[in-house]
């Protein structure tokens, strides 16, 4: 089947598309898959901040493949959750070996370990698991060894909700992001079965996973739209941790000194390098620049439609409750 009309029929039922497209190679597909024909309205959820700490006693887990993918896509939303009482975990399965700043490979896993603790701290996340998964490389391995290390995972912090790029959007790059997708998913309904990796059952006990909110690069399902505006700083500190790739770091004061280089300056990047640094990463990769830097849209603008300063777009899967009781109770009859 060619793609284009892959896309279209899989996406017929209703994808937001974002205008990332373009830089994925989507821009002809714009006029297939218009923006808002299905999933949007009464279908979308718009989450916004609860009041108190209603997820206490709750286990969540971040899942990324490289140390900024969370900070990226999903920092807001992991910051709102972790302040509505979740405990969370962040998994990394890649080693990111192959991206940021080192002369060596030994220098940049490193250099990206101490970043990734670091986003782990900026978003109160409780502790890291590195699974050191070779960077670029992680279609080689066998994905029963990945998805029985989640497994034993997500048995052992007894997870509920987890966060983790889309297993099912239709277009990803990054053999690292598609296949922790696809160990995550299959590996968080397994968790809860006794008949899987039972020799783990002899010191865990099944636990599934049934909240998910998946993120992706190019189009995806939208269905859930959170509204992060309370978080944004947050996620901005996030981004700036990821000192060694990603988009944060220390951007903002490279640029504002090239600006003062040539005799020039814009006002968004302040007077010092903490607020060019801060203010170049909520300005130009959260918002201005966003499809470029990041391949999704602006968070701005995701909110926009909805009256949200700032949101993130999920794709969405929770528990459906039972009907039964509610059957019963309307048709059940003396005997
Ligand atoms: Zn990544």
Redesign the pocket.
């Known amino acids: 089947m060619k793609r284009r009309n892959f896309i279209s029929k899989n996406l017929a039922m209703g994808a937001l598309i974002p205008a990332s497209c373009a830089s994925f190679g989507f821009a002809d597909h714009k006029s297939e898959i218009q923006e808002g024909s299905a999933l949007t309205g009464s279908d979308v959820v718009v989450e916004k901040l609860s009041e108190g700490q209603p997820h206490k006693g709750k286990n969540l887990a971040v899942i ?3 140390c ?2 969370i900070p ?1 896509f999903a920092a807001g939303t992991v910051a709102k959750l972790i302040h509505e009482g979740y405990t969370g975990y962040l998994i990394r399965t890649s080693n990111d070996e192959a991206a940021g700043i080192g002369s060596s490979t030994g220098e940049r896993v490193l250099n990206n370990e101490i970043d990734n603790s670091d986003v782990a701290r900026v978003l109160g996340l409780k502790k890291t698991y590195d699974l050191g998964y070779a960077n670029h490389r992680m279609d080689e391995y066998n994905i029963q060894e990945i998805k029985g290390r989640l497994i034993f995972l997500f048995r052992l912090l007894q997870i509920d909700t987890l966060i983790c790029f889309d297993p099912w959007g239709p277009y990803e790059e ?1 053999p ?2 598609y296949i922790t997708a696809k160990a995550v998913e299959a590996a968080r309904w397994m968790a809860g079965m006794g008949t899987d990796y039972p020799e783990q059952l002899e010191v865990l006990k099944p636990h599934t996973v049934t909240e998910m909110y998946y993120y992706a690069r190019g189009p995806q399902i939208v269905n859930r739209i959170v509204d992060i505006s309370p978080f944004v700083d947050k996620k901005v500190e996030s981004l700036i941790a990821c000192k060694t790739q990603g988009a944060g770091g220390n951007n903002g004061a490279v640029l504002r000194k090239a600006l003062a280089d040539k005799g020039k300056k814009i006002s968004v990047l302040g007077n010092d390098d903490n607020t060019a640094n801060f203010n170049y990463v909520k300005h130009f990769v959260l918002d201005v620049d966003s499809e470029r830097l990041r391949g999704v849209p602006s968070d701005k603008k995701s909110g926009e439609k909805y009256g949200l300063e700032y949101a993130e777009r999920y794709h969405y899967i929770g528990p459906i409750p039972s009907k039964i009781d509610e059957f019963i109770e309307k048709n059940a009859t003396s005997k």
Do not use: T, V
Request: net charge negative; aromatic share 12%.
């Open positions: 990324q493949a490289h900024d993918d990226f990054n690292d992001h």
